[in-house]
């Protein structure tokens, strides 16, 4: 029995897949693509199958062919793929998630773990739960929320054991430059890689902010969590909100000669701005026992660190 990532070359999906490989778990990686740095040290110990998660047909392959017991679906089209391409997007994200349900259910898989997001909440929220309700405004924001009410909808009718997590925007190394929050891991791993880097959003913009270790982390542990103990299908993860200012000053402090200006984009600025401060994860701490464990100060520590071991993997 295996367990599969969706998305699996991806960036979540990727450092998923080293934590579930130390665990001793089997694992397939299933994506639109067959190569990533982010696997090169692994490529060996895990079954890539590229496949699209618009087509049932090879959802379902992958499903029945490798007796998967576990998916963890972090496949998605991003929020500015999902705006350039909004049919796409819905085929992808919607659709997607609709055939790892259909499939979960006919093959008895034991458990769907989905990555939402922030980006499923609208406009002018400053703190948000899992009750606060949903008015996303773009087609990402859309096909999550749509995924999540799918995946309860599951979850009633046939008992597929459905779980997701809200996220803030992921950060660590390896992380793309796609996305109007790409600003919050550049601005650490291009000093890291004593590079300068202009910031595109202006200094007081607050952005929640988790930590890659903790996302991976976070997807296990609700995995693994007792149902008994759930109250629910979907927790909101916090991890933490700082300025831009505050991360180029812990930047600073761990590299004294870090070049960080600002450059303020204002589309982007306004963007940012337009999404909830600050998430509330006390349901996933009293529930699953779940509790953020790198705030601002580990975040910067141990990105550098990492992005300074292996330059050569993220630059």
């Known amino acids: 029995m295996a367990k599969l990532i969706t998305g699996g070359l991806g960036f979540i999906g990727a450092y998923l897949a080293h934590s579930l490989l130390s665990k001793g778990e089997e694992v397939v990686l299933f994506d639109v693509i067959t190569h990533s740095p982010l696997i090169q040290d692994?490529?060996?110990?895990?079954?890539?199958?590229?496949?699209?998660?618009?087509?049932?047909?090879?959802?379902?392959?992958?499903?029945?062919?490798?007796?998967?017991?576990?998916?963890?679906?972090?496949?998605?089209?991003?929020?500015?793929?999902?705006?350039?391409?909004?049919?796409?997007?819905?085929?992808?994200?919607?659709?997607?998630?609709f055939n790892i349900l259909e499939a979960a259910r006919l093959f008895?898989?034991?458990?769907?773990?989905?990555?939402?997001?922030?980006?499923?909440?609208?406009?002018?929220?400053?703190?948000?739960?899992?009750?606060?309700i949903q008015m996303p405004i773009s087609m990402?924001?859309?096909?999550?929320?749509?995924?999540?009410?799918?995946?309860?909808?599951?979850?009633?009718?046939?008992?597929?054991?459905?779980?997701?997590?809200?996220?803030?925007?992921?950060?660590?190394?390896?992380?793309?430059?796609?996305?109007a929050s790409a600003y919050s891991a550049l601005m650490i791993s291009e000093p890291a890689l004593k590079r300068s880097y202009a910031v595109t959003v202006e200094e007081d913009v607050i952005m929640p902010i988790l930590y890659i270790k903790d996302c991976v982390d976070c997807l296990i542990r609700l995995y693994e969590a007792d149902n008994a103990q759930l109250k629910r299908r979907v927790y909101c993860i916090a991890g933490f909100s700082p300025t831009a200012r505050d991360i180029v000053n812990e930047v600073k402090r761990v590299i004294p000669r870090a070049d960080i200006q600002f450059k303020p984009d204002r589309e982007l600025t306004e963007m940012v701005r337009s999404?909830?401060?600050?998430?509330?994860?006390?349901?996933?701490?009293?529930?699953?026992?779940?509790?953020?464990?790198?705030?601002?100060?580990?975040?910067?520590?141990?990105?550098?660190?990492?992005?300074?071991?292996?330059p050569g993997l993220y630059s």
Request: aromatic content about 12%; cysteine-free.
């Open 42 to 97: 692994i490529k060996d110990k895990v079954t890539i199958v590229q496949g699209d998660l618009a087509s049932w047909a090879e959802v379902l392959e992958v499903v029945k062919q490798y007796k998967i017991d576990g998916i963890y679906h972090t496949g998605a089209l991003l929020s500015a793929s999902a705006e350039e391409k909004p049919i796409t997007a819905y085929q992808v994200n919607a659709g997607g998630t």
């Open 275 to 310: 999404w909830p401060k600050y998430l509330d994860e006390s349901r996933a701490g009293e529930e699953w026992g779940w509790k953020t464990k790198y705030f601002l100060k580990e975040t910067v520590k141990d990105f550098v660190e990492e992005v300074q071991m292996n």
């Open 108 to 132: 008895n898989v034991e458990r769907v773990i989905f990555t939402s997001t922030i980006a499923s909440y609208g406009l002018g929220l400053h703190k948000v739960n899992e009750d606060t």
């Open 140 to 179: 990402y924001g859309v096909t999550k929320v749509f995924s999540e009410r799918l995946g309860e909808y599951y979850h009633r009718k046939f008992g597929v054991d459905f779980r997701a997590v809200r996220l803030p925007s992921i950060i660590g190394p390896g992380r793309g430059a796609g996305g």
